[in-house]
């Protein structure tokens, strides 16, 4: 089971603290979100998986983490101050401004009017003023992917590492869409996070190497509690493809409001690192290699045996962690019948994801004995290092257990008058909702076999 629709995620965030809207006191900023107590520890725990199964778990990729704040030029040679542009249609009615793909039946789609302006070109990218003169001549790019400063750094990492081909580099991080129309919650808003791979091959490997990452990136989101049934492939038209994209495949997911991207896996060819190379007469290079480019380095590989320099091809899974939270936490979404008219909602997060690994809670909200027992396991509890452990000193169990389902909570803990006497305390699962009685001693290893 999955959500009924976007409002009850909405409404399931705004209420427990997941997700709020920015600036909400003011009115609100169109468009951007934050994420609230729960909503922080989440994300990280989407990220931690992902850094771990892209970085730690294989032995041909770096990390990096690089500044938001780009120079122009980066984005120039990248393309993107040409073709980063999505197509801005004028409403002559309402005058309200819509992307040109969104519009159905050619009517606005605030006040149905047909009378529309020709679409045209509108430039995604955020700019900002550097240093203290704000005339304009002196200004830098919002990143608006994080791919860019890998590309940048590619000699760094490889003088620094030694790599050679294939090998990646990842990278979590802001980017910055001045989107016409920020819609559905965090699905498209104007300040998001990437989680971006960039992988270096040689040239004719790329195509096996594409395949293989689209089949590496399914099982990562199967991993994350995502059901196969909500996922789908759609591989991109010639005609839409991304300036410098050979091929790419979207790895869609069936959001409350439809099927859209969760991630896209590009071939993004030679187009980037030939881009931003400049002293050409050393290397083979395409002829699409820009000849004016002010770059100062060579991007590029060099065997070392043989003397060659290689501009690699590079595969890029691009994917949103904003778009993730919401794919995650729709997929965990249930309600369930518990008889007599109840109903409870549970969140079925996998146990890696949950904001709160396990909440310790003592029957009575201030009896001394109990507290302290309680505070006590939650300390040994959260040495472990797996995360957030809760001491949730609210003093009514079945409150408790209904707040820690609703926000995926795999586990909780209740110490009550007998923990006092024989050393043991309740432990109550989630999902099942059956409740065993565990001794203080092995609840690191029954916490441990849960969560791991
Ligand atoms: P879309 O077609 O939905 O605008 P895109 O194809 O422009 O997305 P990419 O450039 O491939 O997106 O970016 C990689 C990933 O970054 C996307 O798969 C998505 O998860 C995320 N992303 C892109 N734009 C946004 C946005 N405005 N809000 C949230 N996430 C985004």
Redesign the pocket.
């Known amino acids: 089971m999955t959500a009924n629709n976007m409002e009850e995620l909405v409404a399931l965030c705004k209420r427990r603290g997941f997700i709020f809207q920015t600036n909400e006191i003011y009115g609100g900023l169109q468009g951007l979100y934050d994420y609230g107590p729960l909503g922080v520890e989440l994300k990280n725990n989407l990220k931690t998986s992902w850094w771990s199964s892209m970085v730690y778990e294989r032995d041909d990729v770096e990390g990096l983490d690089s500044s938001i704040l780009t120079h122009p030029d980066v984005l120039k040679y990248s393309g993107h101050e040409e073709t980063f542009t999505d197509p801005l249609v004028d409403c002559k009615e309402c005058k309200s401004r819509s992307r040109a793909d969104h519009i159905e039946d050619g009517k606005c789609p605030s006040c149905g009017s047909k009378d529309l302006t020709e679409p045209r070109p509108f430039n995604l990218m955020f700019k900002t003023n550097i240093g203290p003169i704000d005339d304009g001549s002196s200004f830098a790019y919002l990143r608006p ?1 994080t791919a860019q400063q890998i590309f940048t750094n590619l000699k760094n990492v490889i003088d620094t590492t030694s790599r050679t081909l294939p090998f990646g580099v990842a990278q979590i991080g802001k ?1 910055f ?1 001045n ?1 016409i129309t ?1 819609r559905n919650f ?5 300040e ?1 996070e ?1 989680m ?1 791979l960039e992988f270096f091959v040689e040239p004719g490997t790329d195509e096996e190497w594409h395949d293989q990452w689209v089949k590496d990136r399914v099982n990562w989101w199967e991993k994350q509690g995502i059901k196969k049934k909500n996922l789908e492939l759609v591989d991109i038209p010639k005609e839409d493809l ?1 300036h410098y994209s050979k091929k ?1 495949v ?1 790895i869609m997911y069936r959001f409350p409001h439809g099927l ?5 896996v ?1 071939n993004r060819t030679d187009f980037d690192i030939g881009s931003h190379t400049k002293n050409q007469k050393d290397f083979d290079i395409k002829a699409k290699v820009k000849q004016n480019s002010d770059s100062v380095i060579k991007l590029a590989v060099q065997d070392k045996i043989n003397n060659t320099w290689t501009i690699p091809y590079v595969i890029e899974p ?3 962690v ?3 939270f919401l794919a995650v936490l729709n997929e965990a979404y249930k309600t369930e019948d518990l008889g007599d008219g109840k109903q409870r909602t549970v969140l079925s997060l996998k146990p890696h994801l949950s904001p709160i690994k396990a909440s310790v809670i003592p029957l009575k909200r201030n009896n001394k004995d109990l507290v302290s027992t309680a505070l006590k396991i939650k300390s040994s509890l959260q040495a472990l290092g797996m995360g957030r452990i809760l001491f949730d000193n609210s003093g009514n169990i079945g409150k408790s257990y209904r707040r820690h389902d609703e926000v995926g909570t795999p586990i909780c803990l209740t110490v009550d008058f007998e923990t006092l006497e024989d050393q043991k305390v309740t432990a109550r699962d989630r999902d099942t909702m059956a409740q065993e009685r565990v001794s203080i001693l092995d609840l690191p290893k029954y916490i441990k076999k849960i969560l791991l």
Request: hydrophobic share 30%; net charge negative.
């Open positions: 992917e980017a869409r989107e920020p965090i699905f498209r808003v104007r998001f990437q971006e991304s790419t979207d859209e991207e969760l991630e896209g590009a691009s994917a949103g904003d778009r993730g």
